[in-house]
């Protein structure tokens, strides 16, 4: 049983619960509409976001592309979308475009459709304004790797295999089994709607009633000083915690466990380490709130926790209108100190959705390139550590370590050349009559002499060039750098 995974959803019940969590008519009214608003299944939905960044100089070590970049960001880029959304037939078909704020001229950025388990992510545009901003040696590069691509489309294989490699953290396998798939809204907001059964003399205040539209406003050194406080509740009202969770836990399927990362069959392994842990704090209650009341001590104190608080400001409206038009707005300030320069980041934006008929989404079929395609494009750079046999890659995924051995064969350093042409993606055959390996690439053979060890393959550094590698030697590090020479 993963207890850690079980504790990543009660983090999540605690943190979704901080702000809105409570029993006043505002706060359910509030936690009712968005319950309203998810169990939509077919909405079209219309927006906008402003994302800006003032303050910050540009540095003088930027680039071209790097300086328009921050003169865009210190004017504000306008994004607008329009979209439609299918959440039992896990159809979406969304357009973002970019705004002049100058001219209000709009420009296509991107279009993401989804249907049947994949994902279509129009690029084309995007790559002309990547070439646009960029050096020429970019856009080349840029060229030489998508040529005349429209869309690039990832299926549900290639979703899992791509965070297959992602270290495990608190949240990260909340969402994989629910690639492209609502059910993971629908078992939060059970969730989040569940949250006032534990809170029923609890209220942070914030939620603000005007009709039926609901608003709250925050800023970072109230939300320290509201974390407190519900802390404080958790701690002394534990029981009702244990009750509302237990029973969130009954009611969930098989499936709705395992898009929480929770495994089915545990569920009463689940239930009594819950009863445990709340036993456990329940015995030792005031131990707890003195911890959590020097932990808001200290937050309270000069530090850098404190400081960023200052400076953070968050609000949010929903409502719904007459004509069912359901309408939210947001808006997000940091003032931040970033090397000695004063700094204002800020995000807002609106939106209207709507529930909509259902519709049908037609998905291109030319011009595609998948997203496997695009990985093996990539480029992929290995450096191998000679004396350690200890070497790092780094590819579209990021960057992991692993080991290899390295033979020095007269003051000569060779490597297996079937381990790491698989890691780059080659395919290697043998070819028996002439007891030599080669590369199989496009149909034509190339052939990599070495020697043989122990039934393996190993050849001289240099020669991965043939390959049209790039392979470069750090002295310093005594380090082979082995790389692909796409973008």
Same mark, same amino acid.
């Given at each position: 049983m993963s207890k850690r995974k079980l504790l990543? @959803?009660? !983090? #999540?019940?605690?943190?979704?619960?901080?702000?809105?969590?409570?029993?006043?008519?505002? %706060?359910?009214? /509030?936690?009712?509409?968005?319950?309203?608003l998810s169990e939509l299944n077919t909405t079209e939905t219309s927006g906008d976001f402003v994302f800006s960044l003032k303050g910050l100089p540009v540095p003088a070590t930027a680039d071209a592309a790097e300086t328009l970049l921050y003169n865009m960001l210190q004017k504000g880029v306008t994004i607008k979308y329009t979209g439609k959304t299918d959440l039992e037939k896990n159809i979406v078909d969304c357009t973002f475009f970019l705004v002049d704020n100058s001219t209000k001229t709009e420009q296509i950025l991107t279009r993401i459709i989804c249907k049947d388990n994949i994902i279509y992510l129009k690029i084309d545009e995007l790559l002309k304004l990547a070439q646009g901003m960029g050096e020429p040696e970019t856009s080349n590069k840029l060229q030489e790797v998508f040529g005349d691509t @429209?869309? !690039? #489309?990832?299926?549900?294989?290639?979703?899992?295999?791509?965070?297959?490699?992602?270290? %495990?953290?608190? /949240?990260?396998?909340?969402?994989?089994?629910?690639?492209?798939?609502?059910?993971?809204?629908?078992?939060?907001?059970?969730?989040?709607?569940?949250?006032?059964?534990?809170?029923?003399?609890?209220?942070?205040?914030?939620?603000?009633?005007?009709?039926?539209?609901?608003?709250?406003?925050?800023?970072?050194?109230?939300?320290?000083?509201?974390?407190?406080?519900?802390?404080?509740?958790?701690?002394?009202?534990?029981?009702?915690?244990?009750?509302?969770?237990?029973?969130?836990?009954d009611a969930l399927n098989d499936e709705e466990m395992t898009i929480l990362g929770l495994e089915p069959q545990e569920k009463t392994s689940y239930k009594t380490f819950l009863n445990e842990a709340i036993t456990e704090i329940a015995g030792n209650k005031g131990e707890y709130l003195q911890v959590i009341r020097a932990l808001q001590t200290g937050l309270q104190q000069k530090g850098e926790i404190p400081?960023?608080?200052?400076?953070?400001?968050?609000?949010?409206?929903?409502?719904?209108?007459?004509?069912?038009?359901?309408?939210?707005?947001?808006?997000?300030?940091?003032?931040?100190?970033?090397?000695?320069?004063?700094?204002?980041?800020?995000?807002?934006?609106?939106?209207?959705?709507?529930?909509?008929?259902?519709?049908?989404?037609t998905t291109p079929?030319?011009?595609l390139m998948t997203y496997t395609e695009y990985l093996q494009k990539v480029r992929r750079t290995m450096e191998i550590q000679v004396d350690t046999n200890a070497y790092t890659l780094t590819d579209a995924?990021?960057?992991?370590?692993?080991?290899?051995?390295?033979?020095?064969?007269?003051?000569?350093?060779?490597?297996?050349?079937?381990?790491?042409?698989?890691?780059?993606?080659?395919?290697?055959?043998?070819?028996?009559?002439?007891?030599?390996a080669y590369v199989l690439r496009n149909g034509d053979k190339i052939d990599l002499t070495g020697v043989i060890i122990d039934g393996r393959t190993y050849i001289k550094t240099r020669d991965f060039a043939k390959l049209d590698y790039k392979v470069s030697w750090n002295d310093g590090t005594r380090t082979v750098i082995i790389s692909t020479t796409t973008l």
């Open positions: 990543a @959803v009660f !983090l #999540l019940l605690l943190l979704t619960a901080t702000l809105t969590a409570g029993c006043s008519q505002a %706060e359910l009214g /509030f936690l009712g509409l968005q319950k309203e @429209v869309y !690039l #489309l990832i299926n549900q294989e290639e979703y899992r295999q791509s965070i297959a490699d992602v270290p %495990e953290q608190p /949240f990260s396998k909340l969402n994989q089994n629910a690639f492209m798939n609502n059910q993971l809204n629908n078992v939060l907001q059970k969730l989040i709607v569940k949250i006032p059964e534990a809170y029923q003399n609890y209220s942070p205040g914030l939620v603000v009633q005007n009709g039926n539209t609901y608003s709250w406003e925050v800023t970072g050194t109230q939300a320290l000083q509201l974390l407190g406080g519900f802390l404080e509740y958790t701690i002394n009202n534990i029981t009702d915690l244990e009750k509302c969770i237990d029973s969130f836990l400081k960023a608080a200052d400076g953070l400001k968050i609000s949010y409206t929903l409502g719904k209108n007459e004509q069912e038009v359901y309408a939210n707005t947001f808006a997000f300030t940091m003032n931040l100190e970033e090397k000695g320069a004063q700094a204002s980041l800020q995000m807002q934006g609106q939106s209207q959705t709507k529930k909509t008929a259902p519709f049908t989404v079929t030319a011009n995924k990021g960057s992991s370590q692993n080991s290899l051995e390295v033979k020095n064969i007269e003051n000569q350093t060779y490597l297996p050349m079937r381990q790491i042409a698989e890691i780059f993606g080659e395919e290697v055959s043998w070819d028996a009559e002439n007891s030599q």
